[in-house]
């Protein structure tokens, strides 16, 4: 038997306490003895030997005697000759349980307890009321098991036990008990039907099961103990077992109804108080923010705040709206507690909702179940994820596991690693479709970032185009079938209109085992080819399936673009919803075309995407045989072209001048660049992307300003990039992965720092792989210096400078070499020289005539000076009176010089400064 609750009141009079000491040794002794009497006898005086004999084997002489004493006195009493009916049905009840072999002391001593206390003589309730307590036994007899004769007798001794009035027991089974405490308690009158029912008021309902229990307070009760059920009005139910304090969190009931044969009570239509969730009303009062909703309280055992998952609530307005719920953040939807845990609560068809706010624009949207809400944390583990960006553009993801700490302010996305939940997020402002692991925003700031789940090792982001296509990918679906199972699953798709197929049929059409057709669906789901919803078994095939067939039959276009992100420590993009820009980091390659062999190369590895997958970035250009620095680059995905408006320079490949052993021309880069460029890259005819169409013009460079192509690599610099160029004119290269050396030709103006006037030219690849020319200049010749002189012959430009293959002329002097290098304040070569004699009187002016045919020439044309030096063979000079002159002569303007030896005749002279007149 339960021990009963305690109440502050004495538990009763002495004779209840000895009653219970009593029955408590009954209970430890009664199943120690055996059955002895086999039958009561008929008459009250035999009846009474016999049954006090088999309560004596039961209990044990010394301890029944009191209660026998009680018993054969009231129940031999002469008061019973004017109505014996209630005695009688006794009898028929003990002869009863002696037949069904109730071998237990407490029912027996229950059953004498109830007689003494219901049976008229005894005068606590009306006759019509004891009458018909004596016909409900027997009528529950006749029908009763052993135990349930035992469970009517120890319920209604509970209801009329007077040991302790304050602690009412209405129902115990030994582990499970429920009890009225503190209250008042009344039998239903005869009149008003043939079973008892106990009205309890002015108290409160109390459960007990192991070592928790279940309170109800302020709550009246009309209990059937036949049936075990309660209806109730009214009561209040505190979360004070979830570890709330008093008026922190409460429900108040309406009419319900309980069976207490239960561990729990369900209670609809309640109303929730909370001071944890209030909202100002109009009057400045806190109005419940809750109203109507389903309660569930139950005994479980666990009896500590923490691990409670009782008391429940469930609101039935699945819109509620509370703003500012965290600050920024406003919710809509259900709402729930399960114990100490705060829910905000939906339904698969109608989710909680969550929209968190920045400068007054809705950006992000938590869809789920069930949230689970703390004052310092808003939790779930499978939420969809709704990121706005801009009006009819969002972040999607289906089921991303989210945390928000509103202390920080700071929301924490990740994607778990199981199931549906390893779909990837898909990004429709910037058509894309993203493999990362974590998202994290500080709601007060204006950035969302967005990672892979990065543990020091680098764990990559992979963004995506939503056309993206892999030929492998598609293969790999396959593996070694005569047909990829997307074309099955397409035909499938078609035949149902692509929506709510059923997994049954899906499998069918796919003759595939209905479990490895879950699974296949599954793979599918997380691919992006079909929509699997697992509770429902529902699939809706998406227009991926058949896009990825028509890519592979060369039939649709598609693109290859991907960025693969990859950062050793902190997060791999940036979102600012000032713009919506991403800027992505750790990129280091992107593909866009494989037949047209575009790729690009970030500088700092940095590229900041727009809507529409148009993007921005610093680096390299790689298009063909064509390599581009520059800076500013702007990619429109529509147009599959880049608008380049800071190249700093151009670098390229041609095919060799000479074949190679194996009959081929080898690539060899062009030595020297075209920089400070501007123009528009075409990589592809921009409805062909994946270039299953032949356009073999492109890749396409325009340049849409003038460039230059600079040489000061040679000597040193000397060639000053502020006056030494060729300025070339805008140009349009075709086929940049297709150029021919020969057919590679741009048009520009030649500016020499004035060597030459600036002259038009056509820029070659040299021989040497530079760029640069060769020209005649005619027999007029080129003027040369500012008109200092001139050159004849051929003239070369390339990155080993500027050379003249011919002759410079300046005033008397003609010098002849294959290779004349000229620089901006002066030209050398070694060859011919040969100066024109200037008459003069004797030993007073003009100079003799000079030959040489190996000298090494200086030019300085604006020091007006040329010097030539003899190698092999002295000059020839004075030809009326040869001379031989070894060393050096310097010509200027009417005068010769010589430095070095000078024979003629038999003679020699040798001097630093000889001056040398035309006669001597």
Known sequence: MTKPPTTDLQLGPLRGLLWTLCLTLFCLAGSLHGQSVRAFGNDPGDFAKDFSKHLTELVGKKEVEPILATFQAYFLDPIWEGDDAQRE????????????????????????????????????????????????????????????????????????????????????????????????????????????????????????????????????????????????????????????????????????????????????????????????????????????????????????????????????????EIDDFFEGVDYRGGFSIIGQKFFASGSPEQKAHFTFTYDTTQILELKSERFVIRSDELLSPTAEVIIRLGDSDSIYHLKSEVKYDPISQLLRINRPDEGLAMTPYVDSYHNLVMELDQIQWKVTDPSIYL????????????????????????????????????????????????????????????????????????????????????????IDVLPKTSEYILNHDNRRDYDVIRFVSEVAQGMNARISLLNFDMEVVGVQIIALSDSQKVALYPTQQKVLIHKGLNFDFDGRVEAGRFTFFSRENKFNYDLFQFNMPAIDSMRFSVPSFDLAVDGTRPLVRVRNTIQDISGELWIDYPTNKSSYLRYPEYPIFKSAAPAKIYYDRAYGGVYERSNFYVNIDPFTIDSLDNTSTEGLVFGGSFVSADIFPVKRQDIRVQRDYSLGFTEETGPEGWRAYQGAGKAEGKVQLSIAGLRVDGDLVYIQSRGHSSEFVLFPDSARGQGQYALTAVPGPPKGGGHPSANGSDASMHWLPYQKTWWSQSLSQPFATYPERPMAATGRLTYQPGSLEGRGLLAFDEAELEGGVIRMYAQW
């Open 89 to 320: 049905a006794f009898m028929r009840v003990a002869r009863e349980m002696l037949r069904r072999r109730v071998v237990t002391t407490e029912p027996w001593l229950e059953l004498v307890q109830l007689f003494q206390t219901w049976s008229w003589p005894a005068g606590r309730y009306e006759q019509g009321q004891s009458d018909r307590f004596f016909r409900e036994l027997e009528r529950e007899f006749k029908r009763a098991s052993r135990k349930e004769m035992e469970s009517f007798l120890h319920t209604y001794q509970g209801l009329t036990d007077d040991q302790n009035p304050l602690a009412i027991r209405l129902y115990d089974d030994g582990q499970l008990s429920w009890w009225y405490l503190d209250g008042l308690i009344e039998t239903s009158p005869a009149k008003d039907g043939d079973t008892a029912l106990f009205r309890l008021s002015e108290g409160r309902l109390l459960g007990r099961m192991k070592q928790d229990s279940v309170e109800v307070a302020e709550v009246e009760l009309l209990y059937d103990p036949i049936t075990g059920v309660a209806q109730a009005l009214g009561g209040r139910v505190e979360w004070l077992r979830a570890g709330f304090g008093p008026g922190e969190l409460y429900a108040d009931f309406p009419r319900w109804e309980a069976s207490l044969r239960t561990p729990g009570i369900q209670v609809d239509s309640v109303t929730l108080f909370t001071s944890s969730f209030m909202k100002e009303g109009m009057v400045g009062e806190a109005v419940p923010i809750l109203s109507l909703g389903a309660f569930e309280d139950r005994l479980t055992g666990r009896n500590t705040p923490e691990n409670a998952i009782f008391p429940r609530f469930d609101a039935y307005d699945q819109n509620i």
């Open 451 to 538: 990672g892979g789940l990065n543990m020091g090792s680098g764990s990559p982001m992979v963004l995506e185009s939503d056309q993206y296509f892999r030929s492998a990918r598609y293969a790999s679906l396959q593996g070694l079938s005569l047909e990829n199972p997307l074309v099955k699953v397409d035909q499938v798709g078609i035949s149902y209109g692509n929506q709510n197929i059923t997994l049954y049929d899906m499998a069918v059409g796919l003759g595939m085992p209905l479990e490895p057709c879950g699974r296949f669906m599954m793979e599918l789901a997380i691919q992006g080819f079909v929509r699997y919803d697992i509770d429902k078994k529902l």
